[in-house]
């Protein structure tokens, strides 16, 4: 990394490449069309699982599931089928504000609660449940408080009023902006991280008002996206010629058709049983049962020597494999394969922790949301969300890079650290 010059890193959570091309050639982000015209702009996978936790967590430290321990939203306790959410404490790799010279300001990245000591400022993002608990050093609280800071939108508004909602979006997106003008001045840094998440809220609820011109929120999600563009615009003139500006997102999006529920093909298929007269849930999970799933489509082969009701021998998990690798690929919803990918766990991880993970995952093919809800009726369902994430084309941003040729051709959400190590 050069010496003196800063690093700056903005971004816009679930945000796809697509988009960006098409607000940057349509004037609704002139200020990012000019930083892609004086860097580079590309294509980036997200992780497997595209989920901004295990994402995030690979941008951070730059390292794959399989090394920094994040598999997804809920993990299981061990040797149980009790779900817990993993946080901030049980990533296993070191963000990188831990190791990079110098001071660093990190606002609002997932999966960064509860906050720990630092050589800087940080605020956690979602999923943050404690104010104090997510802001370091705790001496900035009155501060943000004045600023009328917000940890997340309040997503459940979105349920009864969608005005309500984008009232909410717009006053958490008003008090962020504030909030990274404030430290931004007022505080000496090397790093300046900041994450716009209300990008991906937006999506999952009107992704059909962006492609839909005559939706009658159609303007109003074009807003906040020009809000962005505006900030990005501001930083963007205050950073100096040798520094290097980052935009990422940490996944993409699309149009969701369907929600495809893993679960239900599971049981109907004989692989997944509860226990009779119990609640069909993970907790009542029954002897016979050969796989399950968590969300959002992690499929966990319910072995003799990993989960108390365990069925499986390590001798069986190969044939087993193949099975539900058939059952997958084969999988048709209204004449279309439902699921693009069918991830053996060793393909897609490496590291220590490689042993935490579940056996296979799956990647849905355009339109399906595949999820591991248990007591659903049917296999498929329209939900009240309009938009889904996608694994292949979250997107990059930079400019200041001395070499571009250091970053890869199709680069991975746990690339970016090490290029901005290399330049
Ligand atoms: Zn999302």
Known sequence: MAKNAKTIIIGLDGVPFGMIKDFTETGVMPNTAGLISRGIFKKMNSTIPEISSVAWSSI??????????????????????KMRFPNFSDLKAKPFWDQWEGRSVIINVPSTYPVRKMNGVHISGFVSIDFEKSVYPKSLVPQLHRLDYRLDVDSQKAHSSMDLFLEDLDKTLDARIETYRYLWEAEDWQTFM??????????????????????????????????????????????????????????????????????????????LQFKQGEDISLNNICYGTKAFVLDPARIYLNLKDRFPCGTVDQAESESLLSQLEDLFSSLEVDGRKAIRDICRKEKIYSGSYLGNAPDLVLVGNQGFN?????????????????????????????????????????PAVWDVKRVVEKN
């Open 370 to 410: 595949l999820k591991a809800r248990v007591n659903v009726d049917s296999l498929t369902n329209k939900a009240i969300f309009s938009g889904k994430h996608t694994q292949d084309s979250a997107f990059l941003i930079i400019k200041g890079l001395k070499d571009e040729s250091i970053v890869p051709e199709i």
């Open 60 to 81: 951070i430290t730059g390292q794959n599931p399989g090394q920094h321990g994040i598999f997804g939203f809920m993990d299981l306790f061990d040797h149980s089928y």
């Open 194 to 271: 900041l994450v716009f998440s209300g990008t991906d809220r937006l999506m999952h609820f009107l992704w059909s008002a962006y492609e839909d011109e005559s939706h009658q929120y159609h303007d109003l999600f074009l807003k906040h996206f020009r809000r962005i563009d505006q900030s990005i615009g501001e930083i963007a003139d205050r950073v100096g010629d040798d520094d290097l500006l980052v935009m990422l997102s940490d996944h993409g999006f699309e149009r969701l058709d369907y929600d495809v529920y893993i679960s239900y093909l599971l049981a109907q298929e004989g692989f």
